[in-house]
């Protein structure tokens, strides 16, 4: 008669890795109370592939595709690495919804934020971290006029001509949420600039 088999107990790294779901982002810190040698598995884990590894202290659960791991969502990573979830994104697309003309104005994504500012790398990705004592919830096209205008300096030989067709646009926008966003997000130039194609 055979004996019955033990069951085997599941180690460390099992245990924390069944507290990962697909396609998070966690700190290390965070991590840290599942584990009795938070380190040592999350060595183990990056080895298996369960997890990757963004920056110092930060991680993610690739989600899997058929065409292979795919990187972490930005808000999801964002929301990690500030702890917050008060923050708004702008892709190098966002100003490209206005149809402009223009075509990528950021290599990078911004971050508005109240928490940290300057750029940072995870992985191969590259954030630009603002902070900001105001910005919306989501964007809009009345803010992004507003936040193209704030930031023409940044823009190189196409900045003619995207001005030139930001005066055509804001005019059929909603006027009342344009002079809202010049208001509350402009510079002071932009705020004259909105006031005199709208002729306030």
């Not at 592939?49 to 972490?72: D, E, I």
């Not at 075509?103 to 902070?131: A, E, S």
């Not at 705020?191 to 306030?200: E, I, P, R, S, T």
């Amino acid at each position: 008669m055979h004996a019955l088999a033990t069951p085997t107990k599941p180690t460390g790294a099992a245990l924390l890795s069944r507290r990962l779901r697909a396609g998070g982002v966690y700190r290390r810190e965070d991590l840290a109370p599942d584990s009795n040698a938070v380190d040592r598995h999350l060595k183990q884990l990056q080895e298996t592939g369960r997890l990757k590894k963004l920056s110092q202290g930060l991680y993610y659960v690739p989600r899997q595709s058929a065409y292979g791991a795919l990187p972490p969502d930005d808000r999801e990573l964002v929301a990690a690495f500030l702890r917050d979830d008060n923050f708004l994104l702008l892709s190098p697309a966002s100003y490209n919804t206005l149809e402009l003309g223009g075509t990528q104005l950021y290599n990078r994504t911004v971050v508005y934020n109240h928490k940290r500012h300057g750029r940072f790398t995870f992985g191969n990705r590259t954030f630009d971290f603002r902070m900001k004592p105001r910005f919306p919830r989501r964007l809009s096209h009345e803010f992004l006029i507003v936040d193209l205008l704030n930031n023409l300096d940044e823009l190189a030989e196409e900045r003619e001509d995207l001005l030139r067709n930001a005066q055509l646009k804001a005019p059929t926008l909603d006027r009342r949420k344009l002079m809202q966003a010049a208001s509350n997000f402009g510079t002071v130039a932009t705020k004259q600039l909105v006031k005199k194609w709208l002729d306030v």
